[in-house]
């Protein structure tokens, strides 16, 4: 194993406590860092960070961002790697995920233009379970319906709902695990399948490539999975969909999780009311599939252009609906009122939804709960 240097002392050992806890915190740093680093650190932070707000009218003008702007960015980040003295287990994490998610983008491109949903569920479900019945008949009709579903290409659940789907409408993100992991055989040896090392970037395409997540009754994973999406959505990293837990019609699996949340994280102040109408829970295939029709009734999609909140919207929003939601949901606004728009230049480069109406706000980022309510007002009234 190769030797690597011993980070330099933040301060000196030989100082007493009361003399370490006196000494400024930048002094410290300062005493620690090498010469260079102020000049590094001003290469290689993102100039984002520095900018003014982007409502701003002194925002200044940056080149406009290419594919070969951000190709010759990652070379740039990759050759920095040597002059970083990287550890070589770093670097092999890094090559690996970048080969994944290249490879993944690749496969998903040619579909893009189809919606997708992804389930799911414990590996472990037998295929007499009524869990697996239920994904069975969820995957056939959002095929029937034109949607794609996607799974972890594994046993149980995943293969439940791909044998519903059928091979044509079925896309799986295998990850490869010393048991228990293989490829079900409907998705097994398809071009659509794609293999993965690590769990990151397999989530990551479970979230970014699909419209709609569906659980069935699973184990730590798929907490992990459903936690992960709901954090996500809630925080804004994401932006809003439909997630939809099915419970077998005679058991309380998602039940009891919506009361565990209710009854602890609720109660304790560490989620918001709101919040618990990120999710459905239902017993039912029927209204799952519902619940996702039905979220894209009126609503399309969403983005930020400018700071601001911009709804595409499938329908058009009658004067008496914008009057009832900006007296009923102005608690989303930081300032000003929902409006409608037309798509913003900045809007280009999605030219299908270009003619799409729109509404606009001002909106205070922290309320994502209460905008679903919003959303689910709309989709119902538009």
Not at 62 to 74: C, D, H, N, Q
Not at 256 to 273: N, V
């Amino acid at each position: 194993m190769t030797d690597r240097p011993n980070p330099p002392h933040e301060f000196d050992p030989s100082q007493s406590h009361q003399e370490i806890l006196s000494t400024p915190h930048e002094e410290l740093l300062r005493a620690a860092a090498p010469q260079d680093l102020a000049g590094r650190m001003s290469d290689e932070i993102p100039d984002d960070i520095f900018d003014p707000d982007p409502i701003e009218p002194n925002r200044q003008q940056r080149a406009p961002v290419t594919l070969e702007s951000l190709i010759a960015e990652i070379k740039q980040n990759a050759d920095k790697l040597s002059r970083d003295n990287a550890a070589l287990g770093d670097v092999k994490i890094l090559a690996r995920a970048f080969k994944e998610l290249r490879y993944a983008f690749k496969i998903f491109t040619p579909y893009r233009h189809v919606r997708k949903v992804t389930v799911f569920g414990s590996a472990r479900t037998r295929p007499d379970h009524p869990s697996y019945q239920q994904s069975v008949e969820f995957g056939r009709r959002m095929a029937a319906l034109g949607w794609m579903v996607v799974t972890g290409a594994g046993g149980g659940i995943m293969e439940g709902a791909h044998v519903g789907a059928g091979r044509d409408m079925a896309m799986g993100v295998n990850i490869m695990l010393p048991f228990e992991q293989a490829a079900n055989p409907i998705i097994a040896k398809d071009h659509k399948l794609i293999n993965l090392k690590y769990f990151f970037t397999r989530k990551l395409l479970f979230v970014k490539e699909v419209g709609a997540i569906v659980l069935f009754p699973g184990g730590f994973g798929t907490q992990d999975e459903c936690f992960e999406t709901l954090t996500l959505i809630q925080t804004g990293k994401h932006e809003l969909m439909p997630i939809v837990c099915v419970d077998e019609p005679n058991n309380d699996y998602w039940g009891k999780w919506r009361r565990y949340l209710q009854d602890e994280l609720l109660s304790e102040g560490w989620i918001s009311p709101e919040d618990l109408s990120l999710f459905k829970v239902t017993n039912s295939v029927d209204a799952a599939v519902e619940e996702i029709l039905h979220f894209f009734r009126a609503y399309h999609g969403m983005r930020f252009v400018r700071g601001r909140l911009v709804l595409r919207l499938n329908l058009t929003v009658s004067d008496d609906l914008l009057t009832r939601l900006n007296d009923e949901f102005s608690d989303l606004l930081e300032a000003g009122r929902i409006e409608r728009a037309t798509a913003h230049r900045l809007e280009s480069d999605e030219p299908d939804a270009i003619e799409l109406p729109r509404l606009t706000m001002q909106f205070d980022r922290k309320k994502v709960g209460r905008l679903r309510q919003m959303v689910d007002v709309i989709n119902n009234e538009a």
